[in-house]
């Protein structure tokens, strides 16, 4: 079964940093880009980023360029997501996908990890 | 289209038509896919490359795009369709979401 599995909750404080993750298993980690969505609460889902674990090229949306970093360890098939100093508005649930066709119009997010909430209150 | 726009809301009585709207510039011209999502789950994909449905998903769930408008359709809409409904189109090598609708099947 091609699955996207995602760590556990988190609470952090204000200017902590943290690393979440998401392993793919079920199918070639390598070859697939993978996607990291936010979702604030009570809020529509939002594209911060995707990288390639094949050799982690990565691309960021306007929005998260230089807020988060993505990053993959392909020997365990692990893409993450990271923050150096988090704040209270970083607060959400963060979702990872695989993209179906890489970079390209065609291309959709056909598996979704179950989602990793992140709290971040003083 | 760097912006999608989606109504807020639709309403829709169970067996009647819902009708879905997202909206962006030149939309028509590139690929918009559709995800599904209820309280507390993760996003399901409906529909993808403008009208592929992916297995598992009902024959009731349709989309179409052109012009400048991607539209999902869901026919003999039921109790179990009420959710959160997201648009996807790419800008160049960046992803974008329409805000998203809530259908109430009323």
């Known amino acids: 079964e091609v699955q996207l599995v995602q760590s556990g909750a988190e609470v952090k404080k204000p200017g902590e940093s943290l690393k979440i993750s998401c392993k793919g298993s079920g199918y070639s980690f390598t070859f697939y880009w993978i996607a990291w969505v936010r979702q604030m609460p009570g809020k529509g889902l939002e594209w911060m980023g995707i990288i390639y674990p094949g050799d982690s090229e990565t691309r960021y949306s306007p929005s998260f360029q230089g807020q988060v970093t993505i990053s993959v360890d392909k020997s365990i098939s692990t893409a993450y997501l990271q923050w150096s100093s988090l704040r209270a508005s970083d607060t959400a649930m963060f979702y990872c996908a695989r993209l179906s066709h890489g970079i390209a119009s065609r291309s959709y997010m056909d598996v979704w990890g179950k989602g990793t909430t992140v709290t971040v209150s003083s | 289209s760097s912006e999608l726009t989606q109504p807020p809301s639709v309403s829709v009585s169970p067996g009647q038509t819902a009708t879905i709207t997202c909206s962006g510039d030149?939309?028509?011209?590139?690929?918009a896919c559709w995800y599904q999502q209820k309280p507390g789950q993760s996003p399901v994909l409906v529909i993808y490359q403008n009208n592929k449905r992916p297995s598992g998903i009902p024959e009731r769930f349709s989309g179409s795009n052109s012009g400048n408008t991607a539209t999902l359709t869901i026919s003999g809409t039921q109790a179990v369709d009420e959710a959160d409904y997201y648009c996807h189109a790419w800008d160049r090598s960046t992803g974008v979401f329409g805000g998203g609708t809530k259908l109430t099947v009323l």
């Open positions: 030149k939309l028509g011209d590139t690929y």
